[in-house]
């Protein structure tokens, strides 16, 4: 082999080994399509948990709101079972985003983040108030599609809350037990 195809050669394979190692460097340069770190967003941060006065959740025709009232919550102006609606509250704060689904309005629907199959979910803490819509579950186990109102993105994100997203009050309002079963 003369020494100018060896070099030839060389570049070829160093070009192949920059193009297959790209997803282990590319994280670590900036404005690179996959690693923008903004994509990560955490309801936990977004919201003051400790100061939430309601939280209602709206699909279609059906909503509930759920209201505290000092150390009670009411769903609807019932007395609403407080092990459930904290156990919704924990479960909110683990929500975070893990990618960007899509940036295009049209695909949209694709992800069921609209009025016509999503949940839309509203959280009032303080004076401020943060909506978003719930979409369809994602392809891994806890992961669905999100949508924040203020944002022309669908992210995939992580959390256990798709299975309580629940508009009927019955599920959320506090259950006496029976004469027979407090015996």
């Known amino acids: 082999m003369s020494n100018k195809t060896v070099k030839i050669l060389f570049l070829i394979f160093i070009i192949l080994l920059f193009a297959v190692s790209y997803p282990l460097w590319s994280k670590y340069i900036p404005n690179v399509?996959?690693?923008d770190k903004k994509t990560n967003i955490s309801l936990e941060k977004l919201v003051s948990f400790d100061q939430i006065t309601s939280i209602s959740v709206k699909k279609l025709d059906d909503e509930i709101t759920?209201?505290?009232n000092k150390d009670s919550w009411k769903v609807n102006d019932k007395?609403?079972?407080?092990?459930k609606v904290n156990q919704f509250i924990n479960d909110l704060k683990e929500v975070e985003t893990i990618g960007v689904a899509s940036i295009n309005k049209e695909n949209f629907p694709e992800f069921q983040v609209d009025n016509d199959f999503g949940y839309a979910i509203k959280i009032k803490f303080g004076d401020k108030e943060?909506?978003?819509m719930v979409g369809k579950p994602g392809n891994q186990s806890n992961t669905f599609y999100i949508k924040f109102n203020k944002e022309d993105k669908v992210y995939l994100a992580k959390g256990p809350i798709y299975s309580q997203l629940n508009t009927a009050e019955i599920s959320w309002t506090k259950i006496e037990p029976t004469d027979e079963e407090k015996n």
């Not at 007395?79 to 092990?83: I, T």
């Open 130 to 132: 943060v909506n978003f």
């Open 33 to 35: 399509s996959g690693s």
């Open 79 to 83: 007395e609403a079972d407080k092990e």
């Open 66 to 68: 759920l209201s505290k």
